[in-house]
Nanobody, 126 residues
């Protein structure tokens, strides 16, 4: 059973920063072979793409809404993917999910991912 566990969410003022982490925990999950992504879902809205990083770190994509403010990275030795979020805005408030998949490098769609974490809440106050 693949388990992805997010951490690092919380309450922050607008303009602040948070760093989310997502650790993969399973003996049968070869983290380095998966593309990893971050998605978010605000209340009453659909889950949306935030960022993705390919298995070899060769391809990184961001949603336009976070480009220049968020940075995705991964540490294959630690089976962990990160999302550094700077200059946070109230509209960034959402539950953030990490996901793992084996689709092509430009994995920006929900169905590009097979495994999902339980999510971590990020709340940005104005």
């Amino acid at each position: 059973q693949v388990q992805l566990v997010e951490s690092g969410g919380g309450l922050v003022q607008a303009g602040g920063s948070l760093r989310l982490s997502c650790a993969a925990s399973t003996l049968t999950f070869t983290f380095s072979t998966y593309n990893m992504g971050w998605f978010r879902q605000a209340p009453g809205k659909e889950r949306e793409f935030v960022a993705t990083i390919s298995r070899d770190v060769g391809a990184i994509y961001y949603a336009d809404s976070v480009k220049g403010r968020f940075t995705i990275s991964r540490d294959n030795a630690k089976s962990t993917v990160y999302l550094q979020m700077n200059s946070l805005k109230p509209e960034d408030t959402a539950v953030y999910y990490c996901a793992a998949g084996l689709a092509g490098n430009r994995a920006v769609r929900l169905y590009d991912y097979t495994y999902w974490g339980q999510g971590t809440q990020v709340t940005v106050s104005s």
